[in-house]
């Protein structure tokens, strides 16, 4: 699943998501990705990965949000 396809998977189950490149991290894990559920339910959350490649920020992301009991697909 690429990033587009991942995000709409998200946005299509209320979950808030983004996908950023901060050059100004000097090449320092300049991937961020960040997601979280609706802030007004009691069991909400937030998942945050950082990485060196757009690549393994959504590979880390998609465990995190696994956590969550969201298991995107392949």
Same mark, same amino acid.
């Given at each position: 699943?690429? +990033? !587009?396809?991942? #995000?709409?998977?998200?946005?299509?189950?209320?979950?808030?998501? #983004?996908? *950023?490149?901060? +050059?100004?991290?000097?090449?320092?894990?300049?991937?961020?990705? /960040? $997601?979280?559920?609706?802030?007004?339910?009691?069991?909400?959350?937030?998942?945050? !990965?950082?990485?060196?490649?757009?690549?393994?920020?959504? /590979? *880390? $992301?998609?465990? $995190?949000?696994?956590? /969550?009991?969201?298991?995107?697909?392949?």
């Amino acid at each position: 699943m690429d +990033a !587009t396809a991942m #995000l709409e998977w998200l946005l299509e189950r209320n979950v808030s998501a #983004l996908l *950023r490149v901060d +050059a100004g991290r000097d090449g320092i894990r300049p991937w961020t990705f /960040h $997601a979280s559920s609706e802030p007004q339910h009691d069991d909400s959350w937030s998942v945050r !990965t950082d990485a060196d490649s757009a690549e393994e920020c959504l /590979h *880390r $992301a998609r465990k $995190a949000l696994k956590q /969550h009991g969201l298991d995107l697909p392949e």
